[in-house]
């Protein structure tokens, strides 16, 4: 890696909708933090970019992120954020965008997990908590399905209520038309039709997805997870 010549940095924060009133993850928080370690560390910051509003699942979604990318690794800044969940959920997706910073002869700092990518030791440390980050929400996510699937199977009503069944007063109760609808799903899923394709084919016999509206890829996604599930 070349040397930079100037020590320059990039911001990035983002927030999204469910976490803007949380304390300590506000855009205003973050800010404030980024600009701190930049006087602290005489560094120049050149730039912030923002994605106000979005969540972290897709990295190519997010302009704000894209921005920030693309100036550090031009400039060969350093790119500093809150958390290393500003830039995503994904450990795949950090340690690519990581990966894409380091190729450039730029740098990564995370302030809450205290990393930078500019001693090798910093390295180390930035892939070892991306992973144990992920599997952190992986076990959050499995007990969620597990806790879901016991309320099914007790039929104990929660939201929102799933395809295949409706809510009377505290109970699930079997909808038989949307069973021969997931039935349908599966088949077709079965035969090697993509989502798209499903949602496509339910849409164009009027089949009404849960709440009335149309069928999406996603949608189809989600009644198959719980079908599995």
Not at 96 to 108: H, K, T, V
Not at 162 to 189: S, T
Request: proline share 3%; net charge neutral.
């Amino acid at each position: 890696m070349n040397p930079r010549p100037v020590s320059v940095a990039v911001g990035y924060i983002r927030v999204s909708t469910e976490e803007q009133a949380r304390e300590g993850v506000s855009l205003g928080a973050q800010k404030a933090r980024i600009e701190a370690w930049v006087q602290a560390n005489e560094t120049t910051l050149i730039c912030f970019f923002e994605d106000a509003g979005i969540s972290g699942a897709k990295t190519e979604n997010r302009e704000g992120l894209q921005k920030a990318i693309g100036m550090a690794c031009e400039q060969r800044a350093i790119l500093v954020v809150y958390s290393l969940s500003r830039l995503s959920r994904s450990t795949r997706d950090t340690l690519q965008i990581a990966e894409r910073i380091e190729r450039s002869g730029a740098d990564l700092v995370s302030l809450s997990e205290k990393i930078d990518t500019t001693s090798a030791a910093g390295k180390m440390v930035f892939r070892m908590l991306a992973v144990l980050n992920e599997f952190e929400r992986d076990q959050i996510s499995e007990r969620t399905a597990a806790a879901l699937r016991h309320m099914r199977e007790k039929r104990q009503p929660y939201s929102p209520t799933p395809y295949g069944f409706d809510r009377v007063c505290d109970l699930l109760v079997i909808n038989h038309d949307e069973q021969k609808v997931i039935e349908e799903i599966m088949e077709l899923r079965g035969m090697g039709w993509s989502l798209r394709r499903i949602a496509e084919r339910l849409n164009g016999e009027a089949v009404p997805a849960k709440n009335g509206g149309y069928w999406f890829a996603s949608s189809v996604r989600a009644v198959i997870i719980h079908h599995w599930d």
